[in-house]
């Protein structure tokens, strides 16, 4: 089995920052892609942005300039540094990775991590 645990998540003022950390263990064969994704109060999850396992990234348009993703793949952890943080990124961050498992190699499948809140507020 493959846990992701994320940690970093909490209260920051507007156009504070934060840096969000996700590290999977467990039976792994390779990572894929990694993702950062998240969900507010009465919405649906969002991607926020993701990685793949060669570096290249994409982002929400809503944390272009403001977000970066980046990943240690000898450590198969992802970051999310986040800047500038407003009201509106206020939401439990999920992260989420497409893993390959020695026991099913195939295709990756997706692991979640639990979620860590980010409270962005005066």
């Known amino acids: 089995q493959v846990q992701l645990v994320e940690s970093g998540g909490g209260l920051v003022q507007p156009g504070g920052s934060l840096t969000l950390s996700c590290a999977a263990s467990g039976s792994i064969f390779r990572i894929n892609d990694m993702g950062w994704y998240r969900q507010a109060p009465g919405k649906q999850r969002e991607l926020v942005a993701i990685?793949?396992?060669?570096?290249?990234?994409s982002y929400a348009d809503s944390v272009k300039g403001r977000f970066t993703i980046s990943r240690d793949n000898a450590k198969n952890t992802v970051y999310l540094q986040m800047n500038s943080l407003t009201p509106e990124d206020w939401a439990v961050y999920y992260c989420?990775?497409?893993?390959?498992?020695?026991?099913?190699?195939?295709?990756?499948?997706?692991?979640w991590g639990q979620g860590t809140q980010v409270t962005v507020s005066s």
């Open positions: 989420g990775a497409d893993v390959i498992t020695p026991d099913f190699i195939l295709y990756p499948r997706r692991f």
């Open positions: 990685i793949s396992s060669g570096g290249g990234t």
